[in-house]
């Protein structure tokens, strides 16, 4: 029976998480409710996989507004019909914007979606004229009327004219209490006093949870409009798999032609980076592409490889990260320049039989470049399968303290007292008290979506057969779920990053090249693990300019440690943490570093069971295989025999 609910998704408008709106849905015995945010999905993946939870069947939707004006709504009928309303409501947004979408008076007819219109619009003297059709009690379109409209059917000609007609009760709060929060949100959305806040700006105070038993008792009078909204909702109802990856499944159109161009590729890679290579180095690339192909991550590297292809083509610099530095497959395609051979990396760290998402592989380029690397993938994959992760903004507490000052008409230095606590919560201020009671419940609402700092999806579906699409300025279509939702529904981010220290890098090569005449591939990492001039600069701690390793705590650092090694220029990153250095562990390991005498007192070998030789490594029982792991670290480079 409820057919238009809301969540704090609606931005500056509702007042309940996705959890409060099923919890109190599960309180009132409502087995099956329809979400409809205002002209927003967010909630809507996390409102799927949490409705059994609540024993509520989920039913999704879009309130269509313009401001606080509702224009119609929404309902799924089934998976098909979000897809419908997700491309609806995108084109709206592109048209217009994210605060004032460009929205017809009338809604298209879809075919999976039914259309709720207030009873207040039908009712205007304009609206028959707009849409001549509806009077003829098109199938796809409903009249919504409220508990407080039934009086205006009563007594006039409509009372005869039921047959279209659904309850619409709007949820928006969970409690009536919940109004104030509501008036103080609409007041942050206008930019205006709450003195001015009009009532066309706001919901009706009612709008909370009922019985579905008592809601149906309000409209005990019109049995017609009871059974149109049972029959409405009867249809109706969405389901995702939340266990299976929903990426693009096929770089090549094939997974065949995908698991020999990943063979292809790799291999001609493996000349580049170790010649002929050596038994272990085809061992290792073989047991790698067995279990890519098993686990069906072909086309997640293949698409990483095409990216960093296109950059190699247009002569970009990049530095691939992550996880999947692990995989001697990354390092052949030049994903990566992290030698897991050399290194003596685990590959089963990160991709193993059990493992269900793809390994992270973190691209960084110059931020001259990344915009048109971002562009490259839209063009190559498909604009409607491609789009930007978006990130929720939302309102912390000194932040909404501010905004709820200006609401409340207090000068600056008033909010700034307030904001910076120098004055006593207990004050008898009455208008401060108020600003910090709903600071606190307004505290991590979202407040307006934003862009992730790299994140890029490839569907395999259409982006919009799970979430609309907004266009922010940098010109791209953006999701308007954040990388949680995604990775709960299986859609996993490609990380397209900026680093402008790439960009000098190029700088730095190509004024080597004019004036030298020498060609500088920084991708040729072996050769500059060797080079004197290099370890030298790192050993003197003369690193001012090098992305990582330039801060003055890590400089100090590498100067007492005489770091000229790789293997050690990756400890030395490593025991700079802040947990490490505080627990005194950093400096134990500068020390052991330089004196043999205070290594000496960690065994190679562990040999005795009884674990008393444990207690040098502050490590209970016997040895396992982590253990192990940090002996060798703590013995620098002594074999631990456990």
């Not at 004024?511 to 030298?516: A, E, L, Q, S, T």
């Not at 300019?545 to 000229?564: H, Q």
Request: net charge positive; aromatic share 10%.
């Amino acid at each position: 029976m409820f057919v238009n609910t809301h969540t704090y998704f609606s931005l500056k408008y509702g007042t309940l998480n996705v959890e409060q709106l099923l919890a109190a849905a599960q309180r009132c015995g409502v087995r099956k409710l329809v979400l409809t945010d205002i002209n927003n999905t967010s909630g809507v993946l996390d409102f799927i996989r949490l409705a059994p939870k609540y024993e509520v069947q989920p039913a999704v939707g879009i309130d269509f507004r313009i401001g606080a004006r509702q224009l119609y709504i929404g309902v799924a009928k089934n998976n098909e019909g979000f897809h419908e309303l997700n491309e609806f409501l995108t084109h709206c947004l592109r048209r217009g914007t994210n605060e004032v979408p460009d929205m017809p008076d009338i809604p298209p007819v879809l075919q999976n979606v039914s259309w709720i219109i207030p009873f207040e619009r039908v009712i205007r003297a304009d609206f028959p004229a707009l849409f001549p059709d509806f009077a003829k009690n098109t199938f796809h379109f409903f009249i919504g009327v409220k508990q407080t409209e039934l009086s205006r059917i009563r007594f006039s000609a409509w009372k005869n004219r039921t047959k279209r007609m659904v309850i619409l009760h709007p949820v928006t709060f969970n409690t009536p209490g919940d109004f104030n929060t509501h008036r103080l949100l609409r007041a942050v959305a206008n930019n205006t006093l709450l003195s001015k806040v009009g009532a066309e700006e706001l919901a009706s105070a009612d709008e909370v949870m009922i019985t579905q038993e008592e809601l149906c008792n309000r409209f005990a009078e019109f049995p017609e409009i009871i059974r149109n909204t049972q029959e409405l909702l009867e249809p109706c109802g969405i389901a995702f798999d939340y266990h299976e990856s929903k990426n693009k499944r096929t770089f090549s159109g094939s997974k065949l032609l995908d698991r020999e161009i990943l063979r292809r590729e790799t291999y001609k890679g493996l000349e580049y980076r170790y010649g002929t290579g050596s038994e272990e180095v085809r061992q290792r690339v073989d047991k790698e592409l067995q279990m890519i192909n098993e686990l069906g991550f072909a086309p997640y590297f293949l698409i990483n490889w095409d990216i960093v292809r296109y950059a190699q083509h247009k002569g970009y610099f990049y530095v691939g990260r992550g996880s999947g530095a692990n995989s001697i497959v990354a390092y052949c395609l030049r994903i990566t320049d992290v030698d897991p051979i050399d290194l003596d990396l685990y590959f089963e760290r990160f991709i193993n039989p059990f493992r269900s998402n793809p390994p992270d592989f973190d691209l960084d380029f110059s931020w001259k470049d990344r915009d048109e690397l971002t562009d490259y993938i839209f063009r190559r994959h498909g604009r409607e399968h491609v789009a930007l992760l978006a990130t929720y903004s939302t309102f912390q507490f000194n932040a909404i303290v501010r905004e709820l000052g200006k609401v409340f008409g207090l000068p600056k230095a008033e909010i700034d007292a307030i904001s910076e606590s120098r004055r006593h919560p207990d004050t008898p201020d009455r208008i401060a008290q108020l600003i910090r009671l709903y600071s606190t419940r307004i505290v991590d609402f979202p407040s307006h979506l934003s862009i992730h700092a790299g994140g890029v999806l490839i569907s395999e579906k259409p982006v919009t057969w799970y979430t609309a699409t907004n266009m922010p300025p940098k010109g791209y279509p953006t999701t308007q779920f954040s990388m949680l939702e995604a990775e709960d529904i299986g859609l996993y981010k490609y990380d397209i990053l900026s680093q402008r220290g790439l960009g000098h890098i190029k700088d730095a090569v190509e004024i080597v090249k004019r004036n030298r005449g020498i060609d500088i591939d920084i991708h040729n990492i072996a050769e500059f693990k060797q080079d004197e001039t290099i370890k030298q600069l790192i050993r003197n701690g003369r690193c001012i300019g090098c992305f990582y390793v330039e801060s003055p705590a890590m400089r100090m650092l590498l100067r007492k440690l005489r770091v000229d090694t790789y293997i050690q220029l990756v400890a030395a990153s490593s025991i700079i943490r802040p947990g490490v250095a505080k627990s005194g562990m950093m400096r134990e390991y500068i020390l052991r570093t330089h004196d043999p005498a205070r290594r000496a007192l960690y065994p190679s070998a562990h040999e005795r069971a009884d674990g008393r030789n444990l207690r040098h490594h502050g490590l209970p029982g016997r040895c396992d295989q982590s253990s192990a792991s940090l002996c060798r670290t703590l013995a620098l480079g002594s074999r631990c025999a456990a």
